[in-house]
C-alpha cells in the first residue's frame, strides 16, 4: 500500500491551495481517507475525513474553510484548503484506515498513528501573513 500525497506550497494568508493524495494497493471507497497536520514538536492532529457515502467529519478550526473529495476513478483524495491562515502551516498527511467514521473524534490527546493503518510521507503547506 502507498499513499503519495502531492500539491503542497506556500500561499498568503488568504490563499487558496488544493493537496492530493494518490493511493496505491488499496480501493479508496472501502475505506475512511483522512488528512491529518502536525507541527513540529506538536501531536499530529485530524483535518478531515471522508468515507465512501460521501460523508465527512472536519475538525472545527477548518470547518467551512477545508474540503475533502475523492476521485474514485483515479484512486485519489483532495483537500481544498480556502481561506488559508498562518496557523494552517503545517506538514500535510493523508492516511486510510477501515475505522468507521463515527468513531472519529476530532479531539486532543489521540494517537492517530496507532489507529490508522496507512499513511503518506507528507507534504508541507506554508502560509504567510
Known amino acids: 500500500v502507498q499513499l503519495v500525497e502531492s500539491g503542497g506550497g506556500s500561499v498568503q494568508s488568504g490563499g487558496s491551495l488544493r493537496i492530493s493524495c494518490r493511493a496505491s494497493?488499496?480501493?479508496?471507497?472501502?475505506?475512511?481517507m483522512a488528512w491529518f497536520r502536525q507541527i513540529p514538536g506538536k501531536e499530529r492532529e485530524g483535518v478531515a475525513a471522508?468515507?465512501?457515502?460521501?460523508?465527512?467529519k472536519y475538525a472545527d478550526s477548518v470547518e467551512d474553510r477545508f474540503i475533502i473529495s475523492t476521485n474514485d476513478a483515479k484512486n485519489t483524495i483532495y483537500l481544498q484548503m480556502n481561506r488559508l491562515k498562518p496557523e494552517d502551516t503545517a506538514m500535510y498527511y493523508c492516511?486510510?484506515?477501515?475505522?468507521?467514521?463515527?468513531?472519529?473524534?476530532?479531539?486532543?490527546?489521540?494517537?492517530?498513528?496507532?489507529?490508522?493503518?496507512?499513511w503518506g510521507q507528507g507534504v508541507q503547506v506554508t502560509v504567510s501573513s
Open positions: 492516511a486510510a484506515d477501515g475505522v468507521p467514521l463515527r468513531d472519529i473524534q476530532w479531539k486532543p490527546g489521540v494517537r492517530w498513528t496507532s489507529i490508522f493503518s496507512y
Open positions: 494497493g488499496i480501493t479508496l471507497n472501502r475505506y475512511c
Open positions: 471522508i468515507v465512501d457515502s460521501g460523508d465527512t
